[in-house]
Nanobody, 111 residues
Framework: QVQLVESGGGLVQAGGSLRLSCAAS????????VGWYRQAPGHQREMVAT???????NYADSVKGRFTISRDNAKKMVYLQMNSLKPEDTADYYC?????WGQGTQVTVSS
């Protein structure tokens, strides 16, 4: 079983940066891909970025060049560095591993 706890969300002005963190428990973390997803009010949850166990990375087109996903298997951590934030990035952000989900962290970008 995997437990995930996100942190690092908050309120930031457009153009600013935030770094989200996801702490995972469980011994199988390093074997699975990890993803960051977000859900804005009135919208479906969407993929933001994923990173495989081997380090292959995929980004949503809307965040390419602005967001960076990384993982530290030794620490069982996943990070999402978000730069040049836009109001449309406002959402609840979740990390996910092997069908497990965290509780989410809220990101609000003011214009």
């Amino acid at each position: 079983q995997v437990q995930l706890v996100e942190s690092g969300g908050g309120l930031v002005q457009a153009g600013g940066s935030l770094r989200l963190s996801c702490a995972a428990s469980g011994s199988v973390f390093r074997f699975y891909a990890v993803g960051w997803y977000r859900q804005a009010p009135g919208h479906q949850r969407e993929m933001v970025a994923t990173i495989s166990s081997g380090g292959r990375i995929n980004y949503a087109d809307s965040v390419k060049g602005r967001f960076t996903i990384s993982r530290d298997n030794a620490k069982k951590m996943v990070y999402l560095q978000m730069n040049s934030l836009k109001p449309e990035d406002t959402a609840d952000y979740y990390c996910s591993v092997h069908s497990y989900w965290g509780q989410g962290t809220q990101v609000t970008v003011s214009s």
